[in-house]
Structure formats: structure tokens, C-alpha cells
């Protein structure tokens, strides 16, 4: 499932961030889902209400927006 690979990057950069700017935990995290990735907010954010977060991700609020598609001209 594309979007499980998805949020298994999510959570492990959220965690990365976290510790490098010397942090214990995660607030919340936005996630802006482009208008051709298949992917849907809500299925983003129940992946990741679901997923085994830790310590440093377990409060965390997750916020999920698709971006509208935008014409060159």
C-alpha cells in the first residue's frame, strides 16, 4: 500500500526533525497532498491516528489538506 510507505516516511522524518532540533515531542504535523498524488488526506490521517507512533509522536495532532491543481500559463 503506497500510502503505508507514505506515513512510515512521515512518522520516521517527524522523528528525525524532532531530535535535531532538540525537541521530546511532536505537536502536530501538516501534511499538503498534491493534486495528482493519489493519496487522500483521510486516509493519511487514519494511517497515521493508527500507526505505532512512540513516544516523541504520541500526542501529536495530524492535519491533512489536499493543494488545489494549479495551470501553467
Known sequence: ???AKL??????KAVYVAHE????EVQKIYIEIGALNHATPTS???LLNDAAL???LEC????AERSPA???E
Open 70 to 72: 494549479r495551470s501553467e
Open 60 to 63: 501529536a495532532s495530524f492535519q
Open 21 to 24: 532540533s532538540g525537541h521530546e
Open 1 to 3: 500500500m503506497h500510502e
Open 54 to 56: 512512540g513516544p516523541v
Open 7 to 12: 506515513v512510515e516516511d512521515i512518522v520516521r
Open 44 to 46: 493519511l490521517r487514519d
